[in-house]
Every structure is written in structure tokens, then in C-alpha cells.
Nanobody, 117 residues
Framework: QVQLVESGGGLVQAGGSLRLSCAAS????????MRWYRQAPGKQRELVAT???????NYADSVKGRFTISRGNDKNTVYLQMNSLKPEDTAVYYC???????????WGQGTQVTVSS
């Protein structure tokens, strides 16, 4: 069973930085796609950033130029470097992966990011 463990959230002042990590385990196949989503209070969950197995990257317009998604050398860890944080970035951030072969998707438990003004 695939498990995702997220870390790196916290409280930061506007303009600051945080780095989120998501470590995936339990898969025999690896992952085609790894993503970060976020959900702010009272809002729908939104896609923040995507990285594919071939290292294609995609970002929401609201975070382009400030956030960077990357993967570890083992291809089972995904990071989200968040710079120049704004109060509107405050949300619970979720890691999501799609497993190769099975195409099943899995979610992390979420990590809170709070940006104070």
C-alpha cells in the first residue's frame, strides 16, 4: 500500500520561504505524476504544481516564478520550494501521486502553511 508522508509546513511571514517534502513508499512501480495541491478555508482544492516522470513541469499562474517543484534522485520524493510567500498562499498543502501501471492516485495527509502579513 502506497503511503505519503508530508513535512515542512509551518508559519512564516510574508516574503519568507518554506520547503515542503513528500516521501512516497510502498510502490513497486514508481510514479508517473507527482503533484501539489492546496486548499484554503472555504475554497476548493486547487492544483499548484505538477512534475512528471520525464520532468515536465507545470504551475498554477498564481505561483509561477515563486514556487518550484522538484523530485529527489530516488524519484519517490517530491518537493515544493515556496519563495516570496504571500498571505493568500495560506492553505493546507497536499501531495498527490499517480502510480505507474495501476494509474491509482494517492494523497498525503496535508500540511498546513500559514503566511502572516
Amino acid at each position: 500500500q502506497v503511503q505519503l508522508v508530508e513535512s515542512g509546513g509551518g508559519l512564516v511571514q510574508a516574503g519568507g520561504s518554506l520547503r515542503l517534502s513528500c516521501a512516497a513508499s510502498g510502490s513497486s512501480f514508481g510514479f508517473n505524476v507527482m503533484r501539489w495541491y492546496r486548499q484554503a478555508p472555504g475554497k476548493q482544492r486547487e492544483l499548484v504544481a505538477t512534475i512528471t516522470r520525464s520532468d515536465n513541469l507545470n504551475y498554477a499562474d498564481s505561483v509561477k516564478g515563486r514556487f518550484t517543484i522538484s523530485r529527489g534522485n530516488d524519484k519517490n520524493t517530491v518537493y515544493l520550494q515556496m519563495n516570496s510567500l504571500k498571505p493568500e498562499d495560506t492553505a493546507v498543502y497536499y501531495c498527490n501521486v499517480i502510480e505507474r501501471q495501476t494509474q491509482r492516485d494517492y494523497w498525503g495527509q496535508g500540511t498546513q502553511v500559514t503566511v502572516s502579513s
